[in-house]
């Protein structure tokens, strides 16, 4: 069975805190993203990354990093966190064919900056 | 811009035929794919279109007209189980995929 985790469900942390997001996939897919869904906004991509040590800036990049050192693992940062990050952040992974495009989420994190 | 328009709510009795629409305006279109989600859960994949015309997949529905930039996920036979938060999404060049706000739909009794 398909497996997506994310290292915490809720995570509280403070302003200017640096706070890793973990996200691991069993499923040796190559794509792996990284969202924040807020009430209205829908899911807004952060980052992905295609491959090891490959990555991509999404939509909304700004004050984010991420890190995929291993193809099952794929880690967000955010480098000095603000208020306005707080948020769910989820992560996924993506199998992809000529007939589908399924992306696999993991939990989510909620996430607050105090 | 790039934009997916869908309806922000549907309520629908249970038992009934329910059609989520979505629109979309994108650069570049691969195809276009439907996310449940439940409240507190994460979202899961329910179906595909990469061609035009209908997918059927159990009480779930999903079509598409390229033409049109239109879309729409049909359920039917309608469980209270049902309620919950319906996203369209369209994969873009690349490997981005774009969602759209949500539909909110809410099953009575």
């Known amino acids: 069975d398909v497996k997506v985790t994310q290292s915490s469900r809720y995570l509280v942390k403070r302003t200017g805190e640096k706070v890793f997001l973990e996200c691991v996939q069993d499923m040796d897919h190559e794509n792996m993203f990284w969202y924040r869904q807020d009430p209205g906004l829908g899911l807004r991509l952060i980052y992905f990354s295609y491959d090891v040590k490959m990555k991509e800036k999404g939509d909304i990049p700004e004050g984010y990093s991420v890190s995929r050192e291993k193809k099952e693992r794929f880690s967000l940062i955010l480098e000095s966190a603000s208020t306005n990050q707080t948020s769910m952040y989820l992560c996924?992974?993506?199998?992809?064919?000529?007939?589908?495009?399924?992306?696999?989420f993991g939990p989510g994190t909620r996430l607050t900056v105090l | 811009g790039q934009s997916l328009e869908q309806p922000s709510e549907v309520t629908a009795v249970e038992g009934a035929i329910v059609q989520i629409n979505c629109t979309y305006q994108?650069?570049?279109?691969?195809?276009l794919s439907w996310y449940q989600q439940h409240d507190g859960g994460a979202p899961t994949f329910l179906s595909y279109n990469g061609l035009d015309g209908l997918e059927e997949t159990g009480r779930f529905s999903s079509f598409l007209s390229r033409s049109d930039s239109y879309g729409y996920l049909l359920l039917q036979e309608l469980q209270m189980k049902d309620s919950a938060s319906y996203f369209c999404?369209?994969?873009?060049?690349?490997?981005?995929?774009?969602f759209g706000a949500g539909t909110r739909l809410f099953v009575k009794a």
């Open positions: 994108t650069s570049g279109f691969y195809g």
């Open positions: 999404a369209v994969k873009r060049g690349g490997f981005k995929t774009i």
């Open positions: 996924a992974s993506r199998y992809l064919t000529g007939s589908t495009d399924t992306q696999y």
